[in-house]
C-alpha cells in the first residue's frame, strides 16, 4: 500500500484538508494506495513556497552548471530505485511489466540525462553590437513559477519533459499529478530530497478538478504547462489567455503511419508498427493508430499487421509474458468499445480483436483491435481513441498519402515507412505534424524538441527549444 497523504510543500509532506482519493488497479480493482485532493488554499501555500525559493532561497542565484548537477543528481536517485517506480507505474497505469522499464522509467532517466548535458552549454546570455552605437546584453531569465498539471499514462516521463526544462531555466514548479495516477510522482519526493534539491522548488498537490483550477487560475503562476487531452488544454488556454499569463500545452494527436509501395515487409517492420500503435496499451498521445497502406500491398500489409496484433497477449500488467494491459477505467473502456461498434456498422472490418478478451473478468481490458477497410472521415480515423486499436486505410500513390496523413484537427506525430530512406524523408517533411520517425515507431528525440501542430497543442518540450519555454528574454542597452 503507497499513502502520501497531505501536500508535500517547502520539502515536506504537511497535513492537508482536503479529500482522500483511493488509487486504484485498472488490472484489478485492487486499492493501490491513496492521496489526499489539495484544497485551493494548499494549492496557495505551495505556490507561495515556490515563490520563495524562486526569489529568496538558494535556487535563485544557482549556475547553470549548479542546476545541471542537480538534475544529474535526482537522476542518481531515481535510477538506484528504478525497479521499485517501474513496479508503481506498472500497477496504476496498467503499463505490461516488461515494458515499463524502459518506456516509463528509462524514458524519464533519459530526458533526465538530456537536461543534465545540455544545460550548462546553453546560452543564458548574450552580447551584440547595437545598431544605436555601443553594447546590448541579452539575458534569457526564468519565467518564474511553473503549475505543470500531468497525464496519468506516463507520469514519470511527461513531468521530467517540464520539470527538466524548467529546474535548467532557474524555475519553481507546483506539480499536480492525475488522479489516476499520483503515486509515482508522490514517491518522487524522497527523489528530491535525496538529491539535494532546496526546499520549495518542487512542490506536489494532488487532486481532481478543483485542484488543478485552482492552480491555473491563481495569479501566483507565471506559467502554466499541461499535458494531456485537447478539450482540458482548450479550457487551460482560455484561462491563462485572460491573465495573460504563459502557457504550453501538449495534447491529443491521431498520428499516421504512412507505408510506402516499396516497403520490405519483415518481422522489424511489422512489430514496429504493431509497437507504434500497442505500446503502453495504446495509451500514448503520439500512437500511430492510423496506418496509411498502399493500395497495391493492401491486403498483404492488413494480413501481416492483424496476425501480429492477434498474436499479442494480453493480461496482468505485473506478469512478464504480458503484452498489452488494461485500459486505465471503465469509462475509457466502454468509450473505447463504443467506437469500435459504430466503426463497424460505418462499413469497417474487424481483423484481430474487437471484443473483450476472454478470462479476464476483473479490470478494464480490450482485445488489441485491427480495423480495415476503414475511411479516413469515420469517427474512429479522426477522434483520439486512446486504447490498443488502430485502423488501416488504403491509399493510391504518395501525394494520396501526405494528404490523409494530413487530412486529421491534431498534428502531432507520425511515421514513414520505406526500404528507401531518403524517400521516407523526404515524404515525412511534407507532413505537418511536430515529429516524424522514418522506420521507426519511435515518436521523439529526448535532445530534439517534441508537441504538435494544429489541435495538438502550443509550445515544444524536449532539447534546448524545451528549456526556452520556461525563460523570458531582456535586453539591457549598453
Known sequence: MHNYEGIYVSGKWSPSAGARIAVTSPASGEVLGHV?????????????AAR?????GPWATTTAAERAAAIGRLADAIEAESRDYADVVSAEVGSPRKWTSFGQIGTALGVLRTFEKITPEYR???RRPSVIGGEVLVRQLPVGVVGAILPWNAPLFTAFLKLAPALAAGCTLVLKPSPEAPLALSKLTAAVEAAGIPAGVINI??????????????PGVDKVS????TAAGRRIGAVCAADIRRCGLELGGKSAAVVLDDVVLDQ??????VTGVMANNGQVCAAQTRILLPRSRYEECVDAIAAAVAALTVGDPANRSTD???VINSAARDRIEAHIQRAVQDGARVVAGGSRPHGLDTGWFVAPTVLADVHNDMAIARE???????VLIPYEGEDEAVALANDSDYGLAGAVWSADAARAARVAARLRVGSVSVNSPAPLDFGSPFGGFKKSGVGREGGPEGIAGYLETQSIIL
Open 36 to 48: 489526499t485532493a489539495a484544497t485551493s488554499e494548499e494549492v496557495g501555500a505551495a505556490i507561495a
Open 226 to 229: 499541461f499535458t494531456g487531452s
Open 124 to 126: 543564458f546570455e548574450d
Open 324 to 326: 498489452v494491459g488494461p
Open 268 to 273: 522489424k517492420v511489422v512489430s514496429g508498427l
Open 384 to 390: 483520439e481513441l486512446f486504447g490498443p486499436v488502430c
Open 52 to 56: 520563495d525559493a524562486l526569489e529568496r
Open 205 to 218: 498537490v494532488s487532486g481532481d478538478v478543483q485542484t488543478g483550477e485552482a492552480l491555473v487560475s491563481h
